[in-house]
């Protein structure tokens, strides 16, 4: 018998191994090409989207506060109107619904009236403080207040 030649693999033993699936790397011409991430790249984004996100809802929030701050600022002024039109002299019923003008004389009380700073012309006397409306609910309804 012919002595057995020992198989000698050509390729050299630093770039074979005996358990290719669990290599890192691709390991022959067909292999996809496999690249290490650049980790500062990938947090830089990552946090770049973060800040994007967190500001825009930060900007939502500002928002509904601002919306909120002027819906108390609108009840404020209601409320302070509400009050005057209580304390006014009314010489009518007033009607829900209707339009009405609020008035301050010069000895600073308050009235109620029909007519309109328009109605009185020239005429008028008092300084006008608001133009209301009355609600289903007896409360008034802010539509002008003037510039005082």
């Known amino acids: 018998m012919m002595e057995e030649e020992k198989f000698q693999n050509p390729i050299d033993d630093d770039h074979i191994t005996e358990n290719p699936g669990s290599l890192e790397y691709p ?18 984004r990552a946090m770049a989207a973060m800040e994007q996100q967190t500001d825009r809802q930060m900007a939502q929030i500002q928002e509904q506060l601002e919306i909120l701050a ?22 009518f019923e007033p009607l829900i619904g209707h339009t009405y003008y609020l008035y301050q004389k010069e000895d600073l009380t308050h009235f109620l009236s029909l007519l309109s700073p328009q109605e009185w012309g020239r005429s008028l006397k008092h300084q006008f403080k608001a133009k209301v409306s009355l609600l289903a609910d007896h409360t008034w309804d802010v539509m002008e207040l003037a510039n005082s």
């Open 27 to 44: 390991h022959h011409r067909g292999s996809q090409l496999v690249k290490p991430e650049d980790q500062g790249r990938v947090m830089g």
């Open 70 to 91: 002027r819906q108390a600022r609108n009840l404020k002024s209601r409320k302070e109107v509400s009050e005057k039109i209580y304390q006014a002299t009314i010489s």
